[in-house]
């Protein structure tokens, strides 16, 4: 198991330098090189222990995640162009289940690009949202968004209080 | 000029109309979360549709994929500096907030 896990990052890595230098044959002891120091750092900052992403189940939600790109920006450029600003900020406070700290960062990632709203990082349990328009906000939205985040983990992810569908 | 030297102008010009809103939206918006809000939504979008772009004048898959990994490392270093700065700019209003309710208006 922790094997396959360092083989995957170490494939991942390595497809990375292949489509960013085009993976030419003369730069291959370079490129060897990196892959295999950005494996071992990787693993220093997070072992194979931990709740590992689930490969495919992040590139299934990829088609979400670039819709609410696209309306995040539609929207807020829409009040930043109406004469009327129509915005009434505020923060918010909503509890977060989980104690993972990776799953909690990224899904305050995946809420800074939803329409409207701006995490502050997770802290005490809790995650703080600034909100640009406080009339439309649903903090369902924000839980459901949790519990789409702990299904990209596998299993482990319930050992910190996170709920896995 | 054929339909894809035209693809590539509209979405250029689009991405560059929501690079303007990200600009406007930092000079209007009252505060400094909700200038984030414009900074980081309008110009990941700006920036998808000029990748967008730029992928397709490119030509070629292996151009597109670079391209692509560049966006979402971009999208990825947006989501996570707006997370800081905007819990700094939680924690200087908070300070504030508490510096107006002491007795001695925070004066130490």
Redesign the interface.
Known sequence: MQLVSVLNRLAIFGALWVVLTGGGVDSLAYGAAAVAVATVLSLLIYPVDRPGVVVWRAAAILPRFLVHSGLGGLDVARRAFDPRLPISPGWVDIPLSSRHDAANVLLGGLISILPGTLPAGPGDGEMDIHVLYLPNFTPGEVQADETRIHGLFDSRITEYGATHG | MSWIDLAVLALLGAGL??YA??S??FL????T??R???L???D???L?LVALAAAIYGGSL?VA??IA?VWLFA??A???T???L??R??LD?ARLDDADSAPDGGLR
């Open positions: 109309a929501f809103a990200g406007l939206g209007r918006f009252p505060d979360a909700s984030l809000h414009a980081t939504k309008a990941n979008l700006g998808g292996a994929a670079k990994l999208v990825i947006a989501g996570t707006s997370q800081l905007a819990r700019a939680r209003e």
